[in-house]
C-alpha cells in the first residue's frame, strides 16, 4: 500500500486527529521492530489492547514489506552498532570468508545491535510518523477532504 494509499486510508476512517495518528505511530514502531513475522499479530494484539483502529494500526505496522525491509533492517543494525559503539565487529569481519557454516557466527555478533538498533528506529519513526499524520488530517479534515 502506498503512502498515498494509506493517508487516504486515515481520511476515511472514523475518529479523532489523535486517535487515529496514535494508532498509525504505533502500527509503524511494531513495522519496524525486530520481531519480524509477529507484525501482524502484535499490531492486532496492541490495537485491541488499548482499543485503537485496527486497520489504521495495521497500515502502520506494514510500513516494513518486501521492498522495505531489507533497508530498514540493515539501517536499524547499522545504528544500533554506532549506539553501542560496537565498530569493531565490523572491522573483524572476513566477508569473503563467510559461508553457510560460519553465517550463524557471524549473525550471532549482530543480534544485540540488531535489536538494540530497531528498537530505536521504530521509536524515533513512530513519534516522527505521529506528528506527521496528525498535521495531515487536521489540515485535510479542515479543508473539508472527504474522498
Known sequence: MALRERIRLLLTVKGTPTELSLAFSIGVFIGMSPFLGLHTVLALAVASLFRLNKLVTLAGAYITNPWTILPIYTFGTW??????????????????????FNLMEFLGQLVVPFFVGTLLLGTISSVMAYFFVYAILKRLRKDGYND
Open 79 to 100: 545504528l544500533g552498532i554506532k549506539v553501542m559503539s560496537h565498530e569493531q565487529i565490523l572491522q573483524h569481519i572476513d566477508f569473503r570468508g563467510i559461508n553457510v
